[in-house]
């Protein structure tokens, strides 16, 4: 059963950038045809999806972050990264990994990770 | 982009009520659809994909109807555990969420 673990700081001021790895537990990024995505929710608020990796090294970009956005994986420790740059308090958000499943055309995330929260201040 | 909405914003009902919540997209997203719920302090955690099929382990009360531009998430007896906040989610086109509907208790 797959299983997803988010780390990274939990506090960040303006404008610095934001790490955060996803560590895959019982299954491999680099298998099969999954996409490895990381999604947030600011605190109260909706869901927003950031962007995804394919495990044959393709990547996708939400067009509102395209800019700021890096999503890169070490398949040596089976996990995946985030990188967002220029960080703002609008930023402030859990900060969930997920896998993606494309059947039939049908994309859906499952499993996801608890969520780790991002705290932008100064 | 294409925009998701949900009504209602939120809802009260009773252990043992059929529930209905309602998904729309801005434009026509086939059967591209998907239902999360979520729980406070919890991740979302998908009950239907491809607007009708019930993920694996998801209970048989959950049922998800809908092609186009308008979709139905129904509960057809609300239990204990069922509330929560569900949200919709398209991938026709990139991914987005709907805003949420909040069921709580009566």
């Known amino acids: 059963q797959v299983q997803l673990q988010e780390s990274g700081p939990g506090l960040l001021k303006p404008s610095e950038t934001l790490s955060l790895t996803c560590t895959v537990s019982?299954?491999?990024?680099?298998?099969?045809?999954?996409?490895w995505n990381w999604i947030r929710q600011p605190p109260g608020k909706g869901l927003e999806w950031i962007a995804y990796?394919?495990?044959?090294?393709?990547?996708n970009y939400n067009p509102s972050h395209k800019s700021r956005v890096t999503i890169s994986a070490d398949v040596s420790k089976n996990q995946f990264s985030l990188k967002l740059s220029s960080v703002t308090a609008a930023d402030t958000a859990v900060y969930y990994c997920?896998?993606?499943?494309?059947?039939?055309?049908?994309?859906?995330?499952?499993?996801w990770g608890q969520g780790t929260l991002v705290t932008v201040s100064s | 982009d294409i925009q998701m909405t949900q009504s209602p914003f939120s809802l009260s009902a009773s252990v043992g009520d059929r529930v209905t919540i309602t998904c729309r997209a801005s434009?026509?997203?086939?059967?591209?659809l998907n239902w999360y719920q979520q729980k406070p302090g919890k991740a979302p955690k998908v009950l239907i994909y491809?607007?009708?099929s019930l993920q694996s382990g998801v209970p048989s009360r959950f049922s998800g109807s809908g092609s186009g531009t308008e979709f139905t998430l129904t509960i057809s007896s609300l239990q204990p555990e069922d509330f929560a906040t569900y949200y919709c989610?398209?991938?026709?086109?990139?991914?987005?969420f709907g805003p949420g509907t909040k069921v709580d208790i009566k």
């Open positions: 997920a896998r993606g499943l494309l059947i039939r055309g049908i994309f859906w995330f499952d499993p």
């Open positions: 019982g299954g491999s990024v680099s298998s099969g045809d999954y996409y």
């Open positions: 990796l394919h495990d044959r090294g393709g990547t």
């Open positions: 434009q026509s997203i086939t059967r591209y």
């Open positions: 491809g607007a009708s």
């Open positions: 989610q398209q991938s026709y086109s990139f991914f987005t």
